[in-house]
T-cell receptor, first 115, second 117 residues
Framework: AQSVTQPDIHITVSEGASLELRCNYSYGATPYLFWYVQSPGQGLQLLLK??????LVQGIKGFEAEFKRSQSSFNLRKPSVHWSDAAEYFCAVVPGSSSASKIIFGSGTRLSIRP | ETGVTQSPTHLIKTRGQQVTLRCSSQSGHNTVSWYQQALGQGPQFIFQYYREEENGRGNFPPRFSGLQFPNYSSELNVNALELDDSALYLCASSSWTGFRVRNTEAFFGQGTRLTVV
C-alpha cells in the first residue's frame, strides 16, 4: 500500500536560516509527489509538485524539492526562511491511476520560526 | 484563494445526530474528494466522486456517505455521529479524464470544523 512518512513532527529554525523537511514515500510505480502547506485553521495550499522530468522542482514562496528515486525521498528545502513560513507542511503522493484529488498525506511537520 | 467553497465553516452537533457538509468545486473541475483531518494529523482520504458516482473510498465506515450533483458540487453526510468524528473536513476538486492522473493539481476549500459533543 502507498504511504508517506514525515519523520520530523516539529522543527524550529531561526529566521534567515536554511530549511530541509524530510519526506519518504512507499509506492510501487512512478509516484506523483506533492508538498502542501497549511496555516492554522486554513485549508491546504500547494507548494510544488513532481510528475516527471527534472528531479529538482521549484515551487512558490522560494521552496524547492528534490526527488530521489534511490532513496524514495522527496525532501523540501528553502535557503532562507521567513517568519511567515511558520505553518504545517504535508508531503503527499497521488497514485498514478487516480485523479489529482485522491491524495495520500503524510502526518505533517510543524515548522516554527525563531526570531 | 481557490474557487472551492465549503459550508458551513463551523458546526457543533450532538453524538448520534446526522450532519451534511457542502462543497462547491472550482469551475471546470469534475472530481471532488473529501478528507477528514483530526487535530494534529494529516488529512485522511474519505472518498472521491467522479461523474456523480463514488470512485474510490478510504478506510471509513458506511455511515460516511456522499453525493455529487450535475454541477459537480458535492455533499458529505455523516450519520450516527461519534465523538471521534470531531475534525476539520476538507473538500478538494480537480479535473480528471477518468484514466490516469494528469499534470494538474487539486484545489482545497477552507474546510468545515465539526465538533461533536
Amino acid at each position: 500500500a502507498q504511504s508517506v512518512t514525515q519523520p520530523d513532527i516539529h522543527i524550529t529554525v531561526s529566521e534567515g536560516a536554511s530549511l530541509e523537511l524530510r519526506c519518504n514515500y512507499s509506492y510501487g510505480a512512478t509516484p506523483y509527489l506533492f508538498w502542501y502547506v497549511q496555516s492554522p485553521g486554513q485549508g491546504l495550499q500547494l507548494l510544488l509538485k513532481y510528475f516527471s522530468g527534472d528531479t529538482l522542482v521549484q515551487g512558490i514562496k522560494g521552496f524547492e524539492a528534490e526527488f530521489k528515486r534511490s532513496q524514495s525521498s522527496f525532501n523540501l528545502r528553502k535557503p532562507s526562511v521567513h517568519w511567515s513560513d511558520a505553518a504545517e507542511y504535508f508531503c503527499a503522493v497521488v497514485p498514478g491511476s487516480s485523479s489529482a484529488s485522491k491524495i495520500i498525506f503524510g502526518s505533517g511537520t510543524r515548522l516554527s520560526i525563531r526570531p | 484563494e481557490t474557487g472551492v467553497t465549503q459550508s458551513p465553516t463551523h458546526l457543533i452537533k450532538t453524538r448520534g445526530q446526522q450532519v451534511t457538509l457542502r462543497c462547491s468545486s472550482q469551475s471546470g473541475h469534475n472530481t471532488v474528494s473529501w478528507y477528514q483531518q483530526a487535530l494534529g494529523q494529516g488529512p485522511q482520504f474519505i472518498f472521491q466522486y467522479y461523474r456523480e458516482e463514488e470512485n474510490g473510498r478510504g478506510n471509513f465506515p458506511p455511515r460516511f456517505s456522499g453525493l455529487q450533483f450535475p454541477n459537480y458540487s458535492s455533499e458529505l453526510n455523516v450519520n450516527a455521529l461519534e465523538l471521534d468524528d470531531s475534525a476539520l473536513y476538507l473538500c478538494a476538486s480537480s479535473s480528471w479524464t477518468g484514466f490516469r492522473v494528469r499534470n494538474t493539481e487539486a484545489f482545497f476549500g477552507q474546510g468545515t470544523r465539526l465538533t461533536v459533543v
